[in-house]
Antibody, heavy 118, light 107 residues
């Protein structure tokens, strides 16, 4: 069964850092691009970042560019999101998702909650 | 950036009703659009890909149409399990963008 499981969320003070992890199982992780998407409390979905299947390229939403870094370790079937200089507006549920060729995101994790508060 | 304008933001409907949700792109995106259903506390579930292709396992009462800038998700006969929030996603160019969501509630 294809599955994504996130971890690493928590409560963090503004300006601090946090690293999220997403472990994949049930499919050949190294052949898929991976994304992070977030959802602030009571709000809609916001795309955050993508990393190519081989890690060769990354792209970010303007709202996180320069503060967040997406990376992956294909030997561990894991994608990461390093978040720094966190702000209150980064408070959200962060989910990883698999990109299926040219057809958008087809497999999603349940998400991990990040709360930025003093 | 491509803006996705989704309407309505919410609607009330009864079981058996036909429901239509629209997403309009600020520029042409070919058919690079997917539709998702999200229930509270759950991950989004893809219903439609490439604008009009039904995801395997999704009931046939769901359908998608459109190309370019105008897209529609239709539920032909609303069922109790369909009450949820629906989102479109354009994946034509980065940054990918979602519609604002449509909450379908029970009348």
């Amino acid at each position: 069964q294809e599955q994504l499981v996130e971890s690493g969320g928590g409560v963090v003070q503004p300006g601090r850092s946090l690293r999220l992890s997403c472990v994949a199982s049930g499919f050949t992780f190294s052949t898929f691009g991976m994304h992070w998407v977030r959802q602030a409390p009571g709000k809609g979905l916001e795309w955050v970042a993508i990393i190519w299947y081989d890690g060769s390229k990354t792209l970010y939403a303007d709202s996180v560019k320069g503060r967040f870094t997406i990376s992956r370790d294909n030997s561990k079937n894991t994608v990461y999101l390093q978040m720094s200089s966190l702000r209150a507006e980064d408070t959200a549920i962060y989910s990883c998702a698999r990109e299926n060729s040219k057809y958008g995101l087809d497999v999603w994790g349940q998400g991990t909650t990040v709360t930025v508060s003093s | 950036d491509i803006q996705m304008t989704q309407s309505p933001s919410s609607l009330s409907a009864s079981v058996g009703d036909r429901v239509t949700i629209t997403c309009r792109a600020s520029q042409g995106i070919r058919n690079d659009l997917a539709w998702y259903q999200q229930k509270p506390g759950k991950a989004p579930k893809r219903l439609i890909y490439a604008a009009s292709n039904l995801q395997s396992g999704v009931p046939s009462r769901f359908s998608g149409s459109g190309s370019g800038t105008e897209f529609t998700l239709t539920i032909s006969s609303l069922q109790p399990e369909d009450f949820a929030t629906y989102y479109c996603l354009q994946h034509n160019s980065f940054p990918w963008t979602f519609g604002q969501g449509t909450k379908v509630e029970i009348k």
